[in-house]
């Protein structure tokens, strides 16, 4: 099937068969990557804290949701998962004791010390200017404000933060989630996360019935940001997804990204007596319309004050959204990569800024493949991307040997000199 069949199908509402009981059992046997988790999860091949103490959560197809699972080995974690045969499990915190122990505890025993950075990109929350798709219903256009999310993000973490070890996930049908393992972040309390949360988060209010004005001058990786995102925004808002050709919605949402009461007035008479413009016509006319219609003493500093709320609109419509509650705590579970979405059948595999949707590998399209091949995993369209993991793998690795040997030498150094 070509992209192309797969998007027409999305947008007529097909609805993928999920993943049977079965399915799920053949998939952890001989498919998952739980070698390749394991050692990513632990900093090293060799069992210690970081894996013996990590908390795993099970969600079941009954509704059922088991927490606090631990595991000792790799053939441990494998065999418990394969024998509960969960629809998903979820990754939590490494604690200073094993999760598994914990009803022989008491509750303030139980303290998590650290966990990856993560961060969480859900196309529901650009659904303001998305007419392509709606729901649950994701297609290479829409899956674009994704992409550039990712972009954004990974310039931030990479220029502001300095993280060298990151890694996308796909959500398995409208997202995305970024997992960050090098050492600083995994180690960040829940107050220094809602801190960097604070410094990602630019757009906090998502209505966009109000204007979100930006204090001037913009942050510096604010202003790096709008640089990035001015190129799209005619692709993509003005031109493919065109959100304010109705002309309902572009009173309600473009007209109150701009800060002149009269300039609102007279866009709104003009688009009632001219209805249906594109998007890109009505961006136009907030020029037109406020250089010849406008009488305005102060024509300089009106045109910069203008000039400001469309780059904040920018902003407002392209600018990375994240789900909060994902990031800030130390304690909050995600769904493990290379899990399989219920709903959709799709591999949630690690992505760039190429991927979409229509790329995942579907659990049955997997089995089908591994009947063909007599059950050889590396050649199932599975394999890229369990290549492209076990790089990010051994880059954790290497990089915490690398911590663990400077810290090693900075110990040796100060006993000398003591």
């Not at 952890?28 to 900093?43: E, G, M, Q």
């Not at 899990?339 to 690690?350: D, L």
């Amino acid at each position: 099937m070509t992209d192309g069949e797969v998007n027409a199908q999305v947008a007529a509402g097909f609805k993928p068969k999920p993943p049977s009981y079965s399915d799920m059992q053949f998939y952890y046997k001989y498919l998952y990557p739980f070698k390749s988790i394991f050692t990513w999860l632990n900093h090293s091949p060799k069992p210690g804290r970081d894996i013996i103490n990590r908390e795993f959560a099970m969600s079941f197809r009954s509704g059922a949701y088991k927490r606090y699972n631990s595991y000792n080995s790799v053939q441990e974690f494998k065999n418990q998962i394969v024998k509960a045969n969960p629809d998903r499990f979820e990754i939590g915190a490494v604690y200073n004791k094993p999760p598994q122990d914990r009803d022989s505890l008491l509750k303030s025993d139980m303290v998590p010390l650290e966990k990856e950075l993560i961060f969480d990109i859900d196309m529901d929350d650009y659904d303001t200017f998305r007419t392509c798709c709606s729901g649950a219903q994701v297609c290479d256009k829409c899956w674009k404000f994704i992409s550039l999310a990712m972009k954004i993000m990974e310039t931030v973490l990479v220029d502001d933060f300095g993280y060298e070890v990151f890694f996308w996930v796909f959500s398995g049908r409208r997202g995305a989630h970024c997992w960050v393992s090098d050492r600083r972040a995994r180690t960040l309390n829940d107050l220094q996360r809602r801190n960097v949360l604070d410094y990602v988060n630019v757009v906090k209010d998502r209505s966009a019935e109000k204007r979100i004005a930006l204090k001037r001058p913009y942050h510096p990786h604010l202003a790096r940001s709008l640089e990035q995102l001015k190129p799209f925004f005619t692709e993509i808002i003005l031109d493919e997804q065109n959100p304010w050709q109705n002309d309902e919605h572009a009173v309600q949402t473009l007209l109150p990204g701009l800060h002149d009461k009269n300039l609102v007035q007279a866009l709104t008479a003009f688009w009632k007596e001219n209805p249906g413009r594109t998007s890109k016509e009505k961006w136009s006319d907030i020029d037109v319309i406020a250089s010849k219609e406008l009488k305005i003493t102060k024509k300089q500093e009106f045109a910069h004050r203008l000039r400001e709320c469309k780059e904040d609109m920018v902003i407002a419509t392209l600018y990375p959204k994240l789900d909060i509650e994902v990031t800030k705590q130390t304690i909050h579970l995600l769904k493990a990569p290379f899990c399989v979405h219920p709903a959709t059948g799709n591999v949630c595999v690690p992505i760039d800024e190429k991927f979409t949707p229509a790329d995942a590998p579907k659990l049955l399209d997997l089995q089908n493949e591994m009947e063909l091949n007599g059950g050889d995993v590396t050649k199932t369209a599975l394999q890229p991307y369990l290549e492209a993991f076990q790089k990010r793998v051994n880059q954790v690795v290497k990089q915490d040997v690398s911590n663990m040997k400077r810290s090693r030498e900075e110990t040796d150094a100060q006993s000398y000199e003591f």
